[in-house]
């Protein structure tokens, strides 16, 4: 089994060699699981690899299963469950490592080569702005026939530049509890022509606990944070209709779930966070949002030959 390095002599200084990863792992009161997923952190081959353990907030079990799997790691503790997305962000703030991979608590790698094949692609291609894992488990059907471009990924299985956090788009906003966090960065990630891949060759089991999980926060976070979202990213012209047809779709969804009261108070905070969304309104162009359209009608195996792409790509490099 590989042996984690410690996390001091991964910060700072000379020892922060290009192509140090940090694994960052946010969990919330799912031990059983939180075993399993640190074991495969631990069992990968790669030799400049960092374990950052979010505990949101922290339990007894899974304070002594991280002694017991990972003694190496960082382990970063809050008072409360303050949501996904922002422990992600504290998570951020405590690497300095070249790369982070997401990795969420119920789920583990299939193979200890997971770090090393990620790692390849963005050698293979440089402006790749993230690479996300093949997943499989039992709400999961992994992808075939090659590696693929997509619009947006699925947050705990996916490695990025820390640049991406640092310099390109920033820090997930706090308003995204739990959903549309990575919605906002894929958008931005195209936007500056940094493709995000999905490859299948590399792998992740998730077993998608119910622990942690409640439906009704759940479709109330994922509403909120879809509109906020649009809010901050669609184009002037795109964001009347995309709105009017997110409030007409989701009311019908929600009476058919016999959830109006979670659909009312999910618009009324939509409300109240409105100003917030607009002060980081950051639309992209038509041709971003035409090429997110595409990549969600039929898989991209090759940008080269994909219209969309090269009418954004305009005959320039990624930005920098």
């Known amino acids: 089994m590989n ?4 996390v001091e002599a991964t910060r700072g200084g ?5 192509g140090t990863v940090a694994i960052l792992c946010v969990t919330h009161g799912r031990p059983e699981y939180l075993r399993q997923c640190l074991e495969s952190c631990v069992a990968q081959d790669y030799p400049a690899l960092e374990l950052v353990v979010l ?7 899974s304070e002594a299963v991280i002694r017991a799997v990972a003694p190496d790691a960082r382990v970063v503790r ?12 504290v998570a951020l703030h405590n690497t300095e490592a070249e790369y982070v991979m997401i990795v969420d608590d119920d789920a583990k790698f299939v193979s200890s080569a997971a770090i090393g094949g990620l790692l390849t692609e963005f050698r293979r291609e440089p402006a790749l702005g993230a690479v ?41 906003p706090d308003v995204f509890f739990r959903s549309a966090g990575e919605t906002y960065v894929c958008t931005q990630l195209w936007e500056q022509r ?40 669609e184009p ?41 969304a607009l002060r980081l309104r950051r639309p992209i162009s038509l041709a971003t949002r035409r090429l997110l359209v595409r990549l969600d009608r039929a898989p991209v195996h090759d940008l080269a030959a994909c219209a969309e792409w090269q009418a954004l790509q305009g005959g320039k490099p990624p930005v920098s």
Request: charged share 15%; proline share 7%.
């Open 78 to 89: 809050t008072g409360r469950n303050i949501g996904f997305f922002p422990a992600l962000n």
């Open 132 to 172: 996300t894992c093949n997943l499989e488990g039992p709400s999961e059907t992994p992808i075939t026939g090659g590696d693929r471009y997509i619009r947006v990924f699925t947050t705990g299985f996916t490695m990025l530049p820390r640049k991406v956090f640092t310099e390109w788009v920033g820090y997930f």
């Open 194 to 233: 940094r493709p995000v891949k999905r490859v299948e060759n590399v792998r992740m089991f998730h077993a998608l606990a119910k622990q942690g999980r409640s439906l009704r926060d759940w479709r109330f976070h994922a509403l909120r944070s879809q509109a906020l979202c649009a809010v901050m990213r």
């Open 3 to 6: 042996r984690l390095l410690p």
């Open 55 to 61: 505990l949101n907030p922290p339990d007894q079990a």
């Open 14 to 18: 000379a020892t922060l060699a290009a």
């Open 236 to 276: 002037a012209v795109w964001l009347p209709p995309v709105l009017a047809s997110k409030f007409a779709k989701s009311l019908v969804q929600y009476i058919g779930w016999k959830s109006f009261g979670v659909w009312l108070q999910a618009w009324f905070s939509f409300l109240v966070h409105l100003p917030g």
